[in-house]
C-alpha cells in the first residue's frame, strides 16, 4: 500500500481528504495552531479505507495534516486541556464566506469541533510511513 499525499485548494478536494481521514484517532496534544505561521496541524491515526482488503480489521496509518493561511481556530465541545485525550475524526468541511475566505470545520464523534478561519482553502495531508493492523474496523449506525 503506497503512502498518500494530498492536497486540497477546493471543497471537492477537501471531500477527498475529510474520506481518507473519516474514522481517524487523534490526540488532542497532537493538534495545535502556530499563530505566526498561520498554520493549523494536526497528527492522526487514519484508518486506510482505501486498503480495500476487505478484511474484519484492516490498517490504520500514521499521517500529518496542516492547514495553511488560519486566521483564527475556535474551538467548541472539546477539553484542550486534556492533552491525553483522545478523538475520533467524523468529516473535515469548508464553508465559503467572502470568496476566497471561509472555514474549515473539523467534526468530531461527540460533537466536538474546531473551525478553522482561513484566507483560502490550502491543506494538505501526508501519510508518514508507518502502518500496523487496526484492532477493529470502525462502523456507523445507519
Excluded: C
Aim: aromatic share 6%; glycine share 10%.
Amino acid at each position: 500500500m503506497t503512502d498518500l499525499k494530498l492536497i486540497a485548494l477546493d471543497s471537492e478536494d477537501l471531500d477527498v481528504i475529510s474520506a481518507t481521514t473519516q474514522d481517524a484517532v487523534v490526540r488532542v496534544g497532537d493538534m495545535g495552531y502556530a499563530k505566526g505561521d498561520k498554520r493549523f496541524a494536526l497528527l492522526m491515526n487514519r484508518y486506510a479505507w482505501e486498503d480495500g482488503t476487505g478484511g474484519k480489521t484492516g490498517v490504520r496509518k500514521r499521517a500529518a495534516l496542516h492547514f495553511d493561511q488560519v486566521t483564527a481556530v475556535k474551538v467548541s465541545g472539546i477539553d484542550t486541556n486534556a492533552i491525553d485525550g483522545v478523538l475520533e475524526l467524523l468529516t473535515i468541511r469548508f464553508t465559503e464566506t467572502e470568496a476566497p475566505s471561509g472555514h474549515v470545520d473539523l467534526a468530531f464523534a461527540g460533537g466536538g469541533t474546531v473551525r478553522l478561519d482561513v484566507d483560502v482553502l490550502e491543506a494538505r495531508l501526508a501519510d508518514l510511513g508507518s502502518a500496523w493492523a487496526a484492532k477493529a474496523k470502525p462502523e456507523h449506525a445507519s
